[in-house]
Structure formats: structure tokens, C-alpha cells
């Protein structure tokens, strides 16, 4: 038995590699340089020390006691029990892990499915004393960042901003998964302050945009000028190159409106530049 020791241990070491590795790939500098903050950000610190004291009761009318007994049981929540008194308490992120159990649940997760994603939770960032619930709680909480629990379809378990979780799906870490979105589960917790989500913006662009965008598509051209007078677009010019072993009738072909320069060196044609004005009608 203690044979296999080195070599679990080898495991869990190329595990938590492996594991980190791909944290990089769509946390990034970011992360690492929002972290550096908040472990430099005294008042932040101070928060979270207060945050982590359990002094939360949780009062879900969804919940029974004798399913919280359950689920304390099996080791499934982590709290703390007076003595004397039936009551639980929790710190904050205790309590935000029992309203996730709750949404899973009613996703129709099972709770030994639950179970194997507890231990990711409560994880703490490598190298530090500082849970990744703790970072992206400050993230929520001072930067209105979006921020979400994340479970794939092979049981892994992430914490993402909104923009982390959509760089890990582009490049196809996260196909198929679950999708908690932790900022309005804060919100039951926190009663006097709101934790809003401020997603990126998109603009709609308007049929005159529409319109620029098919052309820039639809056109070859080496560059473009668009003007604009009175806050509108009043006039487009695309302009395009040619060689002087183009031969003109081929630069002017289903050109009408096109102004045609020439570049002479020497006395000899050097280059053509067609000029062509576009009408957005």
C-alpha cells in the first residue's frame, strides 16, 4: 500500500498541473493582476474577514429543516451549530453554496452529482490564502461583474466572469454545461446592498450601419473614406490600387462614376488609383 503513495501522489500533482494550465488559458493576465489588488486592497481584506464570519441564518421558505438536516448529514453544506439550539449559521459563501444546491436541485441534479462539485466551491486560489469565491465576490460587489458557477457535462467545476465564461465556450472548454449565475443569489443574502450585473453593451446597429458593413464585405477596395455632415454620413469613397501592367480598359470596366488618377515617374505610368463614390440608398 504505501508502494502506491509516490504514484497517487504523482496523480493529484499532474492533476492540480493540468488543472491550473487550463484556469490560464481564458482567466489570463487579468486575473492574476485583479488578484495582486485585492490581496494589496486593506479595506478589501477587511470585508472579506468580516463576510467569512458565520453570521448568517438562512431562512428559505423552500427549504425544510429536515432537508438542511439532510444535507448537513451527509456532509453535503458546511455551517455551524449552536449548541442548545437547532439553528445553523453561516458564513457567506456557506450560504451561497446552500442556495446552489437548491438551484441545482431543481435542475434535477442529483445530490451525489452536488457532492463531487462542493470541494471546487470552497477551493482556494493556488498560492493563496484567498478562495476563488472570495475574488469574484469582490469582483460582483465592487465592479458589478457578472459573475457565475459553472458545471460541465463531465462534472468540472469553474468560477467565471461573464467575459471568462464566454472566452472558455469560444474556444470549446465548455460545450455543454450548467450555468449559475451567483450575483442575484448574493442578492438574498445581502439585504441593504444590491449586487447588479453589468453585462457588456451591444449596440444595434442601424440600417445605414447595416449598409456601410455589406459594403466594406461586398467591395474590394485598399482603403475607404466616409464623411459626415450634420451627424449623418454624407459621403463614402473607396479607393483601390492597380499596378501599371493592369491595363486601363480592364481598371475602368463597370466603372461610370469611378475618377481614375494616374501616378507618372519619369514619364512613365507608374500606378492607377480608382476612385469610387458610393451612395447609401
Known sequence: MQ???????????????????MLTI???????????????????????????????????????????????????????????????????????????????????ISLNSISKVKSIFFEKIPGSQLKFFDYYLIDALYFKT???????????????????????????LLNHCTVIHLNPLMNKIFKKI????????????????????????????????ISKADDKISNIEIERGFSRDVPYKEIRENQKDAIITTRVAKGIDVSTKLTTRIKLD
Open 26 to 108: 481564458f482567466r489570463g493576465h487579468r486575473f492574476v493582476t485583479n488578484l495582486n489588488k485585492l490581496i494589496d486592497s486593506t479595506q478589501a481584506m477587511r470585508n472579506l474577514e468580516v463576510l467569512s464570519q458565520r453570521n448568517c441564518e438562512l431562512k428559505i421558505d423552500t427549504l425544510s429543516y429536515r432537508t438542511l438536516h439532510h444535507w448537513d448529514s451527509i456532509g453535503l453544506i458546511e455551517c455551524q451549530r449552536e449548541s442548545g439550539s437547532g439553528w445553523r449559521r453561516f458564513n457567506l459563501v456557506e450560504a451561497i453554496w446552500v442556495h446552489v444546491i437548491i438551484e441545482l436541485r431543481n435542475m434535477g
Open 194 to 225: 444590491e449586487i447588479v450585473s453589468q453585462f457588456p453593451c451591444k449596440r444595434t446597429l442601424t440600417d445605414e450601419q447595416n449598409k456601410i458593413c455589406d459594403l466594406i464585405d461586398r467591395e474590394d477596395f485598399d482603403s475607404i473614406k
Open 146 to 172: 457578472p459573475t457565475f458557477f459553472v458545471i460541465s457535462s463531465q462534472g468540472d467545476s469553474e468560477f467565471l466572469s461573464y467575459e471568462e465564461m464566454i472566452g472558455a465556450m469560444e474556444v470549446g
Open 3 to 21: 508502494e502506491n503513495e509516490p504514484l497517487q501522489e504523482q496523480n493529484d500533482a499532474d492533476s492540480t498541473s493540468i488543472r491550473s494550465s
